[in-house]
């Protein structure tokens, strides 16, 4: 009986009537306002309430629609996402990587170069460090070789490894105190060097 009284007032055309019934109570149950606007346009007849009810249910049916077409337009996209990764599995072959029995997870194998390590060379300085394998700038290196061998060795455990102060006067057998003096001091002559 609600629904016919509100089908007249051209919110709903376009909708059938058991859906338009399910869309009215949840209308009406997502605020008390819209119980009160349908109590004064519809049940007293009042046309400017009725107005005001037509436009906020017509807003709340955008909204529904809204959210609707967003929800089936994920689901559409997710599906085509996941019909497109089966076709590539499908073509392509991961030889290194299998999938864990336990836990149904691809693992990913890798090829092991032990040719050169890297990492040593850049971590282990040789008795005089060599910032040239790391500094390519050529003003900057000139202005490093500039430096005393403790500045430099400083430098290098505090700004390439990355160790803090403690570690370095730890390492060195040296104060914390005298490794930040240093650092700073050979910091201060790179840039006075490089006219920074």
């Not at 004064?40 to 629609?65: A, P, Q, S």
């Not at 809204?66 to 996402?81: D, F, M, Q, R």
């Not at 990913?108 to 700038?137: A, G, Q």
């Amino acid at each position: 009986n609600d629904c016919r009284v509100l089908q007249q007032t051209k919110v709903y055309r376009g909708i059938g009537g058991g859906e338009m019934h399910r869309l009215l109570r949840e209308f009406l149950r997502e605020d008390d306002e819209n119980e009160n606007l349908y109590y004064l346009g519809i049940v007293l007849n009042n046309n400017e309430y009725r107005k005001k009810l037509e436009d906020e249910f017509n807003d709340y049916l955008f909204r529904t629609h809204l959210v609707s077409y967003i929800k089936k337009s994920i689901k559409y996209t997710s599906y085509k996402i996941k019909t497109k990764i089966k076709l590539l599995n499908k073509r392509e072959k991961k030889i290194l990587n299998v999938v864990d029995e336990e836990f149904q997870e691809e693992r990913i194998y890798t090829i092991r170069d032990d040719s050169i390590d890297y990492i040593d060379i850049i971590t282990k300085p040789s008795e005089t460090v060599d910032f040239s394998n790391i500094i390519k700038d050529q003003k900057i290196l000139k202005a490093i070789d500039m430096l005393t061998d403790r500045q430099k060795e400083i430098l290098y455990k505090c700004i390439i490894l990355g160790l803090d102060d403690k570690t370095v006067a730890k390492s060195l057998n040296i104060s914390v105190q005298s490794v930040n003096k240093t650092k700073n001091a050979a910091i201060r002559n790179i840039r006075k060097l490089i006219g920074v």
